[in-house]
């Protein structure tokens, strides 16, 4: 464990809460206390930063804002000092036809669900399943252009995320490593979620370029995920905690695993019972 931490970040779908959940009453107290002591407390998601994730403290019913954002799986970045301070480059219209072209063959015969972030861009395929309860979560209607590509690709884009069973999801990671793996990767979000964006971009990246920006060092970072995704997040911070209901490969990148799985508020008593208790703060 750290001795001296001076960030948190935690991943948000099945790391603090349920998809689409309220940041559970220990938590915001656990993160109350560390803020009080000068500890920054952030988010790192794949999702794009809005103006829903500038605010969600206010729809958790925190008490005060987070300190940095990393969004887009560590493609935006944002904290209260600098701002929006650095978003990689959008996908270019020509790039994503090329993309879904080579792609739908397994698109259109295993009806996958397919959609694009970033750029205002809200462009889906086969809305059905995790897809159609991400667009009920998310309060937008994404639009339909099931086999239309020039339509689906009219504005530019982040990543491509597909949805679909487990066996077809490696399919697509094949395709991807095959045709597509000089310029792109292939990453897992949710079992049967795989998103495809710009190579070397991750969380852990992201959590770099925000720790330089604000004279950080990464050892003094504690970090909190549950999937493909945070693993280069986990591996770079001075100590990554694997949830302890998070995927197999997950935990094996982690220093250590949570005693209690997302749904009992892990991450809050991880922190309250390997810190701030230590410490004499709580």
Known sequence: MIDEIKAV????????????????????????IMQDKGIQIGL????ELND????????WGMDRPFDFLVGMNGGMLWDKTNGNFWNM????????????????????????SVNVEGGENHAAMYIKGELFDSMKRRGWVFD???????????????????????DVEQMIRQRIKER???GFQAVGTFPGTVEMMQKDIDKG?????????????LKNIITFGDNENDNPMLIRSGW??????????????????????????GVGHYLADHYLKPKGWM
């Open 52 to 59: 829903r994730l500038y605010n969600q403290w206010q729809q």
């Open 9 to 32: 970040a935690a991943d948000i779908d099945m790391t603090l809460t349920a998809k689409g959940g309220d940041l559970p009453e220990y938590t915001k107290q656990v993160f109350r």
């Open 89 to 112: 480059d959008l996908l270019k219209e020509d790039v994503m036809k090329e993309i879904l072209k080579d792609m739908m063959p397994i698109i259109e015969k295993y009806e996958v």
């Open 144 to 166: 339909d252009y099931t086999g239309d590509i020039d339509g689906f690709c009219q504005k530019p884009c982040y990543k491509f995320l597909f949805r679909t069973t487990p």
């Open 180 to 182: 597509w793996s000089d």
């Open 44 to 47: 790192a998601t794949g999702r």
């Open 205 to 217: 990246s992201g959590l770099a370029r925000y720790a330089q920006k604000n004279n950080i060092d």
């Open 240 to 265: 990554g905690v694997c949830l302890c209901d998070g995927a197999q490969g997950t935990k094996d990148c982690a220093d250590d695993v949570t005693e209690l799985p997302c749904f009992e508020e």
